[in-house]
């Protein structure tokens, strides 16, 4: 059985989390301080001045892309310290998965200023194809997002639908087929925290400032199966609470 002695004291409220199973998101409100998120922020600044880290180039077939870093904490501790152990961040995803899950993927998107770059609405699982899965994206605002650097998008509800998804050619993007006008923007202050279903419809317009875009993002979800394209290990997807014995 699973082993867990953690209380609750920072876990959504009733209301959080019926707002979360109905639409398939919650904004949460702020969550990081200043000193932690800038941190974070500095976090993204060395990846993207580091020529020789590898990263991944997103790009939604509009000419332009802009760099997904993954993993983020096997090349920077304070990202696990901050984001993996953080009691308030546990109690929230232990609301929603239980007591016992464990981290998918962790990743930084960075779009610089001036880019063009939007990111193509999609579900979470549709990149890792688990079946039925209980899991949950934490998507977490390091600089004010905003309808001009590329907000997040969701699709209210579309998470208790069977939502098609296409290749978009000439990239290894997939992106949900839907009726665009349908999707809220959701702009947050920096520190702010959203949590998405892993399988809600979400995506982001282009960056058009004069400033980067970063956001720190942390998949959880409750221990499943292998699928075709994510294969578990401890190392890379470490149990975040409780554990199997």
């Known amino acids: 059985?699973?082993?867990?002695?953690?209380?609750?004291?920072?876990?959504?409220?009733a209301g959080?989390?019926?707002?979360?199973?109905?639409?398939?998101?919650?904004?949460y409100g702020p969550f990081l301080n200043g000193a932690e998120m800038e941190e974070l922020q500095q976090v993204g600044e060395r990846m993207y001045a580091d020529a020789n880290l590898r990263s991944i180039e997103l790009d939604a077939g509009e000419g332009g892309t802009y760099p997904l870093y993954t993993p983020v904490f096997s090349r920077e501790p304070r990202f696990e310290e901050i984001l993996f152990r953080h009691p308030v961040l546990l109690d929230i995803l232990e609301s929603i998965l239980g007591p016992v899950f464990r981290l998918v993927e962790d990743q930084y998107f960075y779009k610089p200023a001036k880019h063009g770059a939007s990111l193509a609405c999609h579900h979470d699982n549709i990149y890792y194809g688990f079946v039925d899965p209980k899991i949950v994206t934490v998507w977490l605002a390091?600089?004010?997002?905003?309808?001009?650097?590329?907000?997040?998008?969701?699709?209210?509800?579309?998470?208790?639908?069977?939502?098609e998804h296409q290749g978009v050619p000439g990239t290894i993007i997939?992106?949900?087929?839907?009726?665009?006008?349908?999707?809220?923007?959701?702009?947050?202050?920096?520190?702010?925290?959203?949590?998405?279903?892993?399988?809600?419809?979400?995506?982001?317009?282009?960056?058009?400032?004069?400033?980067?875009?970063?956001?720190?993002?942390?998949?959880?979800?409750?221990?499943?199966?292998?699928?075709?394209?994510?294969?578990?290990?401890?190392?890379?997807?470490?149990?975040?609470?409780?554990?199997?014995v």
Request: net charge negative; proline share 8%.
């Open 174 to 244: 997939t992106e949900a087929v839907i009726d665009k006008n349908d999707l809220v923007s959701v702009p947050v202050p920096a520190g702010e925290l959203i949590l998405v279903d892993g399988l809600t419809v979400h995506g982001s317009g282009p960056n058009t400032t004069d400033a980067p875009r970063r956001v720190a993002n942390l998949v959880a979800i409750v221990p499943c199966a292998d699928s075709a394209s994510r294969i578990f290990s401890l190392e890379a997807n470490p149990y975040l609470r409780g554990a199997p």
């Open 142 to 163: 390091l600089d004010d997002a905003t309808l001009e650097n590329g907000c997040l998008k969701v699709l209210p509800g579309s998470h208790r639908e069977e939502i």
């Open 16 to 27: 959080q989390l019926a707002r979360y199973r109905e639409e398939g998101y919650l904004r």
């Open 1 to 13: 059985m699973p082993k867990n002695t953690q209380s609750l004291e920072h876990g959504l409220s």
